[in-house]
């Protein structure tokens, strides 16, 4: 076992950061609600080369969100993880994503919650504590619908081609998570079913249900898109999701201030830009010319429609009175499919270009204006820090990987982490999904410090290291160089990360037996670990352990059979561990 006051003084040593001292007094949940309103701002796909103050040219001009960074904090090193469905359940619930149901994302309505039993969304935290509570836009987060008898469009390539019974309610959806008023469609624009679910509600009936193939839509605000074909509301607009979420805002601020005027309010706006299908509206909300504007380039024209809403949200605000007393943060659920900076990697990946986020967080004027803060901090963190902001204080048992920002806002020295963890279950290259038998290991997860960077391929079992305050762009793998830190970090991650929590899985270095219930081919006669260890040719013994088995999870996918029969395949040492291999060529995987 290493020596854990060794590490943590090397991290204290190891803490470049500028950041300036302040308590926050918890509130009992007793007293009465504070009018201190909350607004988060859940942008898509949006790497940090997009965003002003972060890079010096972003190829769109962005004043709205240039002004609320003035105005505000902007986070430099701020993280997510690699893909849309595990950040939004790392968000509501401040735990990294293998805490949840779905480790790698509960993208499709598996019949689940996302969040496990006992686990409260910081929705809900906040309802309990008087907010009045409403999401817009892309759930992403599962959850069950109702089955049809007969599946619909069976020779179809929908996803949801099953019969999932598209009028029926969204169970385990935001209603069931905290949020007193919401409209969210089930995947964004992206994927089906096409249509929105009003406080869990399907907005449509029978007769609207129309099945889309890939291809263009012609619609009143703009053209519509189909990425991947599947059923949906015969009046779906891909091109209109922004405007929608826009107006369902105005529409909760106008019911808020009618009906609950004494309560303060949280609005989650979890919008499509810049998600492919990339189609923006022929005009904004005001009348503003969008789509065009940037020539040929829908993308561009989403960046441009997606700051309209930051302004518009903004000005409705001002407007209203409310803006001195609401917390706006933007951010974005992981790193750009491209536009990364000088980062490396991309959406998908476990470089930092893949997890590395805007985040920018404003306060009427009690923020300090253009402040920048260089602390590591990353999604998971969101929980805790509109919990202290709203005086509230977070149960022992929730929100288990959070830590509030609140304090280096006002003090720039003031450390909010020493380390962030990214896990990754699907690699973009091949769009490969790696799921052990109990589905609890990613292909590869990192860990980062305030300078070193440790990734584990766990599939492959290599790790490697780089120094990203001498080297960002991970260009220099230096395990080899610092092998003591680098096997320190490794340990470190085991123990904190799923192998270390009690939970079973095939890779978690020492794990080292044959799986007893593991059958070829999953039937109850079929080869077992023993059956294969008995084998007297070593040559027979290492073919079949290269054979393609189905595990027999809720998430199957074909892995060979020593991800099972680990004993029996020679994957454990002499010592019964297995311990990760050195791979400084990252070109190899």
């Known amino acids: 076992m290493f020596n854990q006051q060794l590490l943590h003084q090397m991290k204290k040593s190891m803490l470049l950061i500028l950041l300036l001292p302040f308590s926050f007094c918890h509130a009992q949940v007793s007293k009465p609600p504070n009018k201190k309103n909350i607004v988060l701002l859940f942008a898509d796909d949006v790497g940090i080369g997009n965003i002003p103050g972060y890079v010096n040219n972003p190829p769109v001009e962005l004043p709205n969100i240039d002004s609320l960074r003035l105005k505000g904090i902007t986070y430099k090193n701020f993280h997510a993880t690699p893909w849309c469905s595990p950040s939004r359940y790392a968000l509501l619930s401040g735990n990294y994503q293998f805490r949840g149901t779905y480790p790698r994302g509960p993208w499709d309505p598996w019949g689940k919650s996302a969040f496990k039993r006992g686990q409260e969304t910081i929705a809900k935290l906040l309802k309990k504590n008087g907010y009045d509570t409403a999401m817009f836009g892309k759930w992403h987060l599962g959850g069950k619908i109702e089955k049809e008898q007969k599946p619909q469009n069976p020779n179809s390539s929908s996803r949801l081609k099953f019969g999932y019974n598209l009028t029926q309610p969204l169970v385990y959806g935001p209603t069931d998570n905290g949020f007193d008023t919401s409209k969210v469609s089930l995947s964004g624009i992206q994927a089906p079913p096409f249509l929105y679910y009003r406080n869990s509600n399907s907005t449509v009936s029978q007769d609207d249900i129309v099945f889309y193939d890939v291809g263009e839509y012609d619609r009143p605000q703009g053209m519509s898109e189909i990425k991947n074909a599947g059923r949906g509301d015969k009046a779906w607009d891909t091109s209109n999701f922004n ?10 601020l106008d019911e808020h201030a009618k009906n609950n005027p004494k309560r303060p309010f949280f609005s989650f706006l979890s919008l499509g830009a810049i998600h492919v299908p990339f189609t923006p509206p022929n005009v904004f909300i005001d009348g503003t010319p969008v789509k065009g504007k940037y020539g040929k380039s829908g993308e561009y024209d989403m960046l441009y429609e ?17 803006l001195d007393n609401t917390l706006i943060i933007f951010t974005s659920d992981n790193g750009g499919g491209s536009r990364n900076g000088n980062l490396k990697g991309r959406k998908g990946t476990i470089w930092e270009g893949g997890n590395t986020v805007p985040f920018i967080m404003s306060y009427g004027d009690k923020f300090q204006a253009g402040g920048t803060r260089n602390q590591l901090a990353g999604i998971t963190d969101i929980y805790a820090t509109l919990a202290e902001f709203a005086e509230i204080e977070v149960p022992k048992d929730q929100a288990k990987d959070s830590r509030s920002l609140l304090k280096s806002v ?3 020295n003031e450390l909010i982490r020493e380390d962030f963890f990214v896990f990754n279950y699907i690699t973009i290259k091949l769009h490969e999904q790696y799921i052990d038998r109990f589905g609890t290991h990613p292909i590869e997860q990192s860990m980062r410090t305030a300078r070193y960077k440790l990734i584990y391929h766990t599939k492959n079992s290599f790790i490697m290291m780089y120094d990203l305050v001498n080297d960002p762009s991970e260009s ?33 270095p020492g794990q080292c037996e044959d799986d007893p219930d593991f059958r070829y081919k999953g039937s109850e006669n079929g080869m077992s670990c023993n059956s294969i260890a008995s084998k007297t040719s070593s040559k027979q013994i290492n073919k079949m352990c290269g054979y393609a088995a189905m595990n027999p999870g809720e998430n199957p996918v074909r892995n060979p059979i020593r991800d099972y029969c680990r004993k029996t395949c020679g994957v454990c040492d002499g010592a019964g561990t297995v311990m990760p291999s050195h791979n400084n060529n990252s070109k190899e995987w």
């Open 306 to 322: 997606l700051d309209l809403v930051v302004g518009f949200v903004i000005s409705s605000l001002k407007t209203r009175g409310l």
């Open 476 to 508: 220099k793998e230096i395990c080899s160089e610092n092998f003591e830190t680098c096997n320190m970090l490794f340990r470190e991650m085991i123990e904190r990360g799923p192998c270390g929590q009690d939970i079973k899985g095939g890779w978690c």
């Open 410 to 412: 006002y003090d720039q």
């Open 243 to 252: 405007i929608e979420i826009v107006k369902n805002n105005e529409k909760f």
